[in-house]
């Protein structure tokens, strides 16, 4: 059984984005620094986006963010590109900071891509045999999980002509505190 009352969603989570803008299409343009058997190493240069450093600067200013406690080290920053082709049911998986399973969280920002044409599937198992949640995708959003609960992304398949998608991940190991339910956004709530 998965604890989920350590999950958080922040809509609106960085100050005045505007994922429209011009200066956001070469983010388009650059491959994924992901590859099928899980993360690759950085040769795109990705973890060095100044997006990745507006991001963390964010993180560690925001009080809702501090409920999890001090951002004690990022392991991993990871950019991710999907859309309607991409294989998610094959690539259920844990996080790279799964294995500490009290400090290892998930930070999923939701950069560039259309509201609602995918999102994250959390499962009770790496099979993928139940579907225990999902969140869609919706651009400025923050998605914050603990890495040892396996999960994937998923498509709508009514956005294929809008199906891009590109989130910004790190893999973190936190000072963990207990969240409060009342930290968690109640439309997203995990039963």
């Known amino acids: 059984m998965y604890n989920f009352k350590n999950f958080l969603i922040l809509d609106d989570?960085?100050?005045?984005?505007?994922?429209?803008?011009?200066?956001?299409?070469?983010?388009?343009?650059?491959?994924?620094?992901v590859y099928k058997g899980g993360v690759g190493l950085n040769i795109t240069g990705?973890?060095?986006?100044?997006?990745?450093?507006t991001l963390i600067d964010t993180i560690n200013i925001s009080d809702k963010v501090s409920k999890f406690g001090k951002l004690e080290r990022i392991v991993e920053k990871v950019f991710?590109?999907?859309?309607?082709?991409?294989?998610?049911?094959s690539s259920i998986h844990l996080d790279d900071t799964a294995?500490?399973?009290?400090k290892g969280?998930?930070?999923s920002y939701h950069f560039i891509g259309e509201e609602n044409a995918g999102g994250t599937v959390w499962y009770n198992d790496l099979n993928g045999s139940k579907i225990l949640h999902k969140i869609p995708f919706k651009p400025n959003r923050l998605v914050?999980?603990?890495?040892?609960?396996?999960?994937?992304?998923?498509?709508?398949l009514g956005f294929k002509d809008n199906s891009l998608r590109i989130i910004l991940t790190l893999f973190t190991l936190t000072a963990?505190?207990?969240v409060s339910s009342k930290a968690l956004n109640s439309k997203h709530k995990f039963e």
């Open 144 to 156: 914050i999980f603990p890495a040892h609960i396996p999960h994937s992304g998923y498509a709508n």
């Open 13 to 33: 989570f960085v100050d005045d984005y505007d994922y429209s803008q011009n200066s956001y299409e070469i983010y388009k343009s650059r491959p994924s620094n």
């Open 105 to 107: 969280f998930t930070f």
């Open 176 to 178: 963990t505190k207990q």
């Open 46 to 53: 990705n973890s060095r986006l100044p997006f990745f450093e």
């Open 80 to 89: 991710i590109k999907s859309d309607y082709t991409s294989d998610f049911k």
């Open 99 to 102: 294995s500490d399973l009290l």
